[in-house]
């Protein structure tokens, strides 16, 4: 059965500061590797995507990618209170048009 | 960024009601259009995958009868939760894709059955 682990946290920072979130998969075909963010009653929002092992920024985010140890972390610098949400991580064996397996997300939550 | 319109976004009925929803790919088309449920404090759960202009693949324990999925062009979808009781209500969500590009999800649509 493939699953995605996240820590449901919640995850609490101050503002300014680096929250780091990680995800674990099991599914070792597994070739995409999404980070969505949720706000309460919201739906999910695409905010980074990474195929390669290494590092991907984008602004003040950054995914990092680990194959071998099957592990995805997404960092989030410069932490703001607009980013207290629920981070959900995703993996595909595609590049994300066919089947996401998500995990349960990790709520963050961003003191001012 | 690619635009995904869900409609409604709130539904509240009564039980034995069939409710349909409605999901749109604004700025392009979608070869592929899922179907997503999401309990509260729960991840999403996928209950479909629909391409266009065949048949929707279910996923192991979603009834194909009671949740109907037509995708009959490349922007639209539609979900009808059919005879919808209590226990169906839930948080639902579309999502729309195309070769090669991460999906991007619409906005929802909360379904209360009374």
């Known amino acids: 059965q493939k699953e995605v682990e996240q820590n449901s946290g919640p995850l609490s920072v101050p503002e300014g500061a680096i929250a780091s979130l990680n995800c674990t998969y099991s599914?070792?075909?597994?070739?995409?590797f999404f980070w969505y963010r949720q706000y309460s009653g919201k739906s999910p929002e695409l905010i980074m995507f990474?195929?390669?092992?290494g590092d991907k920024e984008d602004g003040r985010f950054t995914a990092q990618l680990n194959k071998a140890s099957q592990y995805v972390s997404l960092l989030i610098r410069d932490s703001q209170p607009s980013d207290s949400a629920t981070y959900l991580c995703a993996v595909s064996r595609n590049s994300g048009y066919s089947t996401l397996t998500f995990g349960k997300g990790t709520m963050l939550l961003v003191s001012p | 960024g690619a635009v995904v319109s869900q409609h409604p976004s709130w539904v509240i009925c009564k039980s034995g009601t069939s409710v349909k929803i409605e999901c749109r790919s604004l700025?392009?088309?979608?070869?592929?259009m899922f179907w997503y449920r999401q309990f509260p404090k729960q991840s999403l759960m996928l209950m479909a995958t629909s391409n266009e202009g065949s048949k929707a693949t279910y996923e192991q324990g979603v009834e194909k009868d009671k949740f109907l999925i037509n995708h009959a062009s490349l922007t639209l979808s539609t979900l009808t939760v059919t005879s919808a009781h209590p226990e169906d209500s839930s948080f639902y969500i579309c999502s729309a894709s195309r070769p090669n590009q991460p999906q991007h999800f619409g906005d929802g649509t909360r379904l209360s059955i009374l």
């Open positions: 990474i195929y390669s092992n």
């Open positions: 700025d392009f088309q979608a070869t592929t």
């Open positions: 599914d070792r075909g597994s070739q995409s």
